[in-house]
């Protein structure tokens, strides 16, 4: 798809302001896209938005599908008559700038779980969608839509979304009787789907089916909104889908047959990267691999479905490790490392001319070709005109760095840095001395303002797109850094508040889009 110039900023939702303990789809995410907006911005960016399990990664999540509930915000809840505004008098006190997980999760679940009794126990008028765009704005003003029924809408959701939803409905409800745990951990007729056993889940734990259930719905209903809204504003969303799903997801679980899983379940091979530079022993993510030759033989459903739903969600999709497509990593099960393993081919160009049957010829997609790239990952994207990524703190080894400006394409989007990587300035402060002399050099600056100089070098390159961390324009340091792909916990908890969205700092981000066209 060929891209217009534009630019953007990347911001997950759960680093919104706001008082409830994570940002969350609420009124701050209203004024967020007036303020982006008013930047002259035309684009926002955001991780994976599913359910998030054990270290909240949005990369790791419970279904390729879901929604992240955490995100529900509870202000939209109360002017949907389903919260009392007495639920959330004597609230937690949250950290405004660091999501705390640990007390954030049962608290946000306790809110949920009224809601969901409130819907499920009362009769319900429902609030127009454009009431609640008007409360994000800062309107004020609430004109309740009294033709429209929540449990309708409930209802259509539940039929519209049934080739997923069922299935992460019973998949939660059966995780949380078995404390949580992985279903790989689940008793035999559960964990292998045996038929009269799910049947008895259903009877057993219909109420919480319902549940989460409705919790999907909430979090569609409120995120249908915003976007919605954010289009009315011209902005378009830019979202993000890793390659690879979790092993503990509804998607393993009631797909097995497209994964390379023995009898009991287990995976036999899982993803990662080799050893490289950065890391000496490789990267291993435990993810189970798919069985391609599956998928070919469905037309390639599943992922159509997946890729289709993640399209209603937002505009554009930037693809994780897109060299998965070429060729894959492959280790064994139970290695402690990914040194040992070998490369396998992926589906290729059969795989996105499936695609492109399906979703048409002008594919919405950024592919993130970053890391060990081989010739047959360049042709692959290029076969399908999908715009790469150049990430500017790559750039600064020498002349000759394909990161570096001068030789990008138009096709292109370009990155300050990304979630995974430190901040620009926290990369300036602790880069070899080499690689500070050679930026200098080469952007022709001082270093005393090296975010500034390397957002302005994104924004005047000839990439399409270029997008910028909001860490970034705030000349935050590593204490502001989202994510260290190495470290356990710790990670996805920055937040922004309020008061740093200033006016001057829109009026400075308007001036870079109107010079350079953006």
Not at 26 to 53: E, F, I
Not at 75 to 82: A, I, K, S, V
Not at 287 to 302: F, M, Q, V
Not at 428 to 434: D, H, I, K, M
Request: glycine residues 10%; charged residues 20%; contains cysteine.
């Amino acid at each position: 798809m060929k891209f217009e110039r534009a630019s953007g900023i990347l911001l997950h939702p759960t680093s919104l302001p706001g008082p409830y303990g994570i940002g969350d789809l609420g009124p701050a995410a209203y004024r967020w896209v007036d303020w982006l907006a008013g930047a002259g911005c035309k684009l926002w960016q955001v991780l994976p938005l599913g359910p998030t399990g054990y270290g909240d990664s949005p990369y790791q999540c419970f279904s390729a599908f879901a929604g992240n509930p955490y995100l529900i915000s509870p202000e939209f809840l109360l002017h949907d008559n389903l919260l009392h505004s007495n639920d959330l008098i004597g609230q937690m006190e949250f950290d405004p700038e660091r999501v705390d997980y640990g007390s954030l999760i049962p608290w946000k679940l306790n809110m949920l779980e009224r809601a969901f009794i409130r819907f499920s126990s009362e009769p319900l008028i429902a609030i127009s969608t454009g009431s609640a765009q008007q409360l994000g704005a800062g309107s004020g003003t609430i004109r309740a839509d009294l033709s429209t029924s929540l449990r309708a809408s409930f209802d259509s959701f539940c039929v519209e979304n049934a080739s997923w939803l069922e299935d992460y409905a019973l998949f939660m409800a059966i995780k949380e009787a078995h404390g949580g745990g992985s279903w790989d951990g689940w008793p035999d007729p559960l964990r292998k789907r045996d038929p009269g056993a799910l049947d008895e889940a259903r009877k057993t734990m219909a109420s919480s089916i319902l549940r989460f259930t409705f919790y999907q719905f909430a979090f569609f209903r409120q995120w249908n909104a915003l976007r919605g809204y954010a289009h009315q504003k011209g902005l378009r969303i830019v979202g993000d889908i890793p390659i690879f799903v979790a092993n503990d997801s509804s998607d393993v679980w009631s797909h097995p047959s497209l994964f390379f899983l023995d009898a009991d379940m287990k995976p036999t091979v899982v993803a990662g990267v080799p050893p490289d530079y950065f890391s000496p022993t490789g990267q291993l993510w435990g993810n189970p691999l798919y069985r391609w030759e599956a998928h070919r033989s469905t037309g390639y459903k599943w992922w159509l479905e997946r890729l289709r739903a993640a399209l209603r969600l937002v505009d554009i999709l930037r693809i994780d490790h897109f060299r998965g497509f070429a060729g894959y990593w492959e280790i064994p099960a139970g290695n402690l490392t990914a040194e040992i393993g070998c490369w396998a081919p992926g589906p290729g160009a059969d795989f996105f001319n499936a695609i492109r049957a399906s979703l048409g010829e002008d594919l919405p997609i950024i592919a993130e070709d970053l890391g060990v790239i081989t010739p047959d990952v360049t042709i692959l994207r290029d076969q399908f005109a999908l715009p790469g990524m150049k990430v500017l703190q790559f750039g600064f080894s020498g002349p000759d760095n394909p990161f570096l400006p001068h030789s990008y394409p138009q096709n292109c989007v370009v990155y300050t840095g990304t979630h995974d990587n430190d901040t620009a300035r926290g990369w300036y402060e602790s880069a070899p001395e080499s690689e500070k002399d050679f930026a200098r050099r080469y952007l022709g600056i001082d270093g005393s303002n090296f975010s500034r100089d390397l957002i302005r070098t994104a924004w005047k390159s000839t990439a399409a797109f270029a997008l910028a961390p909001l860490q970034d324009f705030l000349a935050l340091g590593t204490e502001a850094r989202f994510n260290y792909p190495s470290r356990l916990g710790g990670n996805w908890e920055w937040r922004v508040t309020e008061a740093a969205l200033s006016g001057r700092l829109q009026e400075n981000i308007r001036e870079l889009n109107w010079l350079y066209q953006r």
